[in-house]
């Protein structure tokens, strides 16, 4: 990997997502109970919890794919809660979602160059195919005859093409092999020195604690506890409370 | 004249080519077909209608307006592909996310409604349209007479299914469209407008129909029913090919007029069911269609 240009002049003090007072619903079943989180420009924030505490319901209201939801989603300081989920993407936000969403009927290139450029500055498909060497060598493969480590790198480098700057990432390191999710980890590393904004969705919460600034924990469609990355150790309860089965 | 199996050259080939004509239609509209389900996930039962409603655009604008045919074959389709378009904008969209039921029995309607006020209006028999003059005679094969506008018929149609192939297969937009119809939601949230593109693709598909119908216009007389029989066997075609499969319904388009030729010549009593008799075979040994994913 070449070393990454460090940007510098991020504003960290602009509220890059505010949600307030997010409830969510599918059907009658009334899952996110009033979610209040906010990340800044340039952090990476975790949301945490056990299976079905809310975590893809969180980002799926976010990009509008959840239509039943209140409360307020502000995103670049717009609110996005009425907006069509095809506008909010161009707001620039990018997702990955937690099935991957690999398209079969399109090949790995196909699947890279799907999603439409949404703002300027993001990486071009040499800068992409560098970062993922594996991608170059598949890029006329069909894309889910792919590995499941593949087709991760393929759902995560897609969303870095269109410009977006804020990423939502929904358990990217799930059934993978180490050494993957350590590539996984430098990636997000990077993306963190060019100053992306990241909501990071994790079960394994050694992947994602050295790279928060701080954690969200949900139970039950509710955020119940914030730790910033300086209180792991004081706050250590919290994660034995809360994520262990 | 030598014979073939006791049946002569020329008979065969006469047969094959009425065959491939009729595959022609076949293909045209069951790609229509084969997009709108594609997207819409929607049986597109106002597509015969669609199919008349393109010949009698021809029709109008030739009678009324005095453009001819050459005109028509890009006007018609436009005509009634932006009348499919305020159809999906105003009618079908309101029935996405319910069952696809709905979607079929208002198609239903819709052919209903057109067929009748066309029934209505004009009468069931047929208007004649002349081919247009570049086109007429043909030319002696040595084994048969070929007519010009058979052949142009042909090559029109292959030309316009290979056109969208290509457009579906080999483009960004044909990509938009493979993703629409596999996961339309991940799609929009990647910032395409897919309700524009389910709008658009209705459009294409059912100018497609109205295509298939000025070229029909020469051949069939324009008649307000002339869609309603040949949709059923269309419909056939595309459950053989497989729901929504691009290229299997046109490679099963064409096979399908050619088989149905071909059993004119050996058991002529058989020809008008023999797509019928294949559809149920497919449907026993490959119930998703020779082309389709099987589940
Ligand atoms: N499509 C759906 N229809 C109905 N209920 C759903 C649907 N998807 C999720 N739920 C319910 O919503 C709640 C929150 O699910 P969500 O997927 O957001 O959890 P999660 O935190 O991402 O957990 P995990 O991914 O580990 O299952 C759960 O109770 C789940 O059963
Ligand atoms: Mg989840």
Redesign the pocket.
């Known amino acids: 990997m070449t070393v990454p240009p460090i940007v510098s002049d991020v504003d960290r003090s602009v509220e890059e997502l505010r949600i307030a007072d997010l409830h ?1 619903f ?2 009658e ?1 009334h ?2 109970h009033g979610i209040d989180l906010s990340v800044n420009r340039g952090e990476l924030v975790t ?1 945490l ?12 209201a976010i990009m509008g794919l959840l239509r039943q939801r209140t409360g307020s989603i502000m995103l670049k300081g717009r609110d996005v809660i009425k907006m069509q989920p095809h506008k909010i993407a161009h707001l620039g936000v990018g997702f990955c979602p ?1 099935e991957r969403g690999i398209f079969s009927s399109l090949n790995v290139e196909e699947n890279l160059l799907l999603p439409p450029v949404v703002a300027s500055g993001g990486m071009s498909l040499d800068e992409i195919y560098e970062m993922f060497p594996n991608l170059a060598e598949r890029r006329t493969s069909q894309g889910t005859r792919l590995s499941g480590g593949e087709q991760q790198m393929l759902a995560m480098a897609r969303i870095l093409r269109t410009g977006a700057d804020v990423l939502l990432l ?2 990217i390191t799930e059934g993978l092999a180490p050494v993957i999710v350590q590539r996984l980890a430098d990636v997000l590393t990077l993306l963190k020195s060019r100053g992306y904004t990241i909501v990071l ?1 994790e ?1 394994n919460f050694r992947f994602a604690a050295p790279l928060a600034d701080r954690h969200y924990v ?1 139970e ?2 509710h955020v119940v506890a914030t730790v910033r990355s300086d209180e792991l150790e004081s706050k250590a309860h919290v994660f034995d409370e809360y994520l262990s089965v | 004249m030598a014979d073939i199996l006791g049946v002569p050259v020329q008979v065969l080939m006469g047969q094959l080519l009425i065959g491939l004509i009729n595959g022609s239609f076949y293909a045209v509209l069951s790609l229509g077909l084969a997009v709108i389900f594609g997207l819409l996930n929607i049986v597109n039962f106002a597509h015969g209608a669609q199919y008349m409603l393109g010949a009698f655009a021809a029709w109008f604008l030739l009678n009324k307006l005095g453009i001819n045919y050459w005109g028509a074959l890009i006007l018609a389709p436009l005509m009634v592909g932006a009348f499919g378009v305020v159809i999906e904008r105003f009618l079908l969209r309101r029935l996405a996310g319910v069952d696809h039921l709905y979607g079929l029995l208002l198609t239903f309607g819709l052919a209903l409604i057109l067929e009748g006020t066309f029934v209505h209006t004009f009468g069931a028999s047929g208007q004649p349209y002349a081919a247009p003059a570049q086109l007429t005679g043909g030319i002696n094969l040595g084994f048969m007479f070929l007519p010009w506008y058979r052949a142009w018929v042909v090559a029109a149609s292959l030309f316009v299914c290979l056109g969208t192939w290509l457009l579906i297969e080999r483009t960004k937009f044909g990509a938009y469209l493979r993703a629409g119809t596999e996961n339309p939601r991940l799609l929009q949230a990647f910032g395409v407008n897919v309700p524009l593109l389910i709008t658009i693709a209705y459009g294409y598909g059912v100018a497609l129909a109205a295509f298939a119908g000025v070229l029909a216009a020469p051949i069939f007389q324009v008649s307000p029913l002339m869609g309603s029989n040949l949709i059923i066997v269309v419909f056939a075609v595309v459950v053989i090919g497989g729901m929504g499969s691009i290229a299997g319904s046109i490679l099963t388009g064409l096979a399908m007029g050619v088989v149905e030729g071909l059993t004119k010549v050996f058991w002529p009593e058989a020809s008008a069911t023999v797509i019928f008799v294949v559809m149920a075979i497919v449907l026993v040994l490959r119930p998703a269609g020779l082309f389709g994913k099987q589940a």
Do not use: A, F
């Not at chain 1, 919890?49 to 799926?60: A, F, K, M």
């Open positions: 969510g599918y059907g079943s899952v996110l949301l919890g056990r299976n079905g505490s809310g975590r893809t319901t969180t980002l799926r937690e929904d358990e969705v079960q949900l039950h469609g």
